[in-house]
């Protein structure tokens, strides 16, 4: 999810996930598309490449990123992201449930992850303070409110809705649990399935993808807090974003196949690292 956004380095203990969350993934529903078409949930590990959209044309292109999903059951997993300039061995990682006890069902993000060469993994968990539901053509939907992410264990994130039938809007407020003074915003507004091409594999595929137009705000390096992704509105008072006025600032597209991070492009959608022909399935 961000991923790419997130270096931090705050001291903190190795959290273990609650197993009380683990869901049973939701059962499939013949007449609508569901999100485990499009993220590995209890999917057999695999590994795939990002290239930059530039290079697909060359004979070895410079490899940007590459993902790895581990799965761990009952509808948990991790997602390893791995970077050139990252230290020899190291890895990034995020924890992700599924939760269906809420009124919708959920894929959550639970947890960042650190995994330096020859050291013990250490979770770095995340809670929401807030967070807010919109439907396209709907009324927004606290879901704090309205009791669903306290059915969902109280911890992480809804990332994505189960059900991809549509056009929705999800906004949270939240903070890493082992110091909470770090905050974070997260905006993105969720649609699909669409049908893209995905011009770096060769030769190119036509694929079903889901498409997530994001923003991301965190005070995690500056005190006042930073736009990372696009930008927004900011209270003076609190010193947090206000959800207001919001610019997105990149795109990703989650791909069939159960390949997340299939394409990530520019806020209008024009796409800049895509997988090449080097995914491993």
Known sequence: MRILLFAFTAFCLLAKPDPGLAQRV????????????????????????????????KPQPRILMSVTNEPVGNGT??????????????????RYRVCSQSRTAWLYFDSYINAP?????????VQSD??????????AVDLLANGDYARCGGMGQPYLMWAVDGTYRIQVWGH????????WYWDATVSGPEYITTEC??????????????AWWSNFHEVSGKWTLGSGGVSAAEMLPTGE?????????HGAHQIPYLMIGDPIGRPRWCVGAYLAR
């Not at 997993?77 to 995020?94: C, D, H, M």
């Open 26 to 57: 939701p059962d499939a529903k013949s007449n609508q598309a569901q999100l485990g078409s499009f993220w590995p949930v209890d999917a057999a590990s695999k590994k795939w490449t990002l290239i930059s959209a530039l290079d697909r044309i």
């Open 245 to 253: 006025n919001i610019l997105y600032g990149r795109t990703v597209w």
């Open 130 to 139: 807030k967070i807010i539901y919109t439907p396209a053509g709907g009324q």
């Open 176 to 183: 890493m649990v082992r110091n909470p003074k770090f905050r």
């Open 77 to 94: 997993f991790i997602l390893w992201f791995s970077k050139p300039e990252f230290a020899q061995g190291y890895r990034n990682g995020e």
């Open 117 to 125: 060469a020859g050291s013990p993994a250490v979770d770095r968990p």
């Open 201 to 214: 594999s060769d030769p190119p595929r036509r694929e079903s993808a889901i498409r997530v137009r994001e």
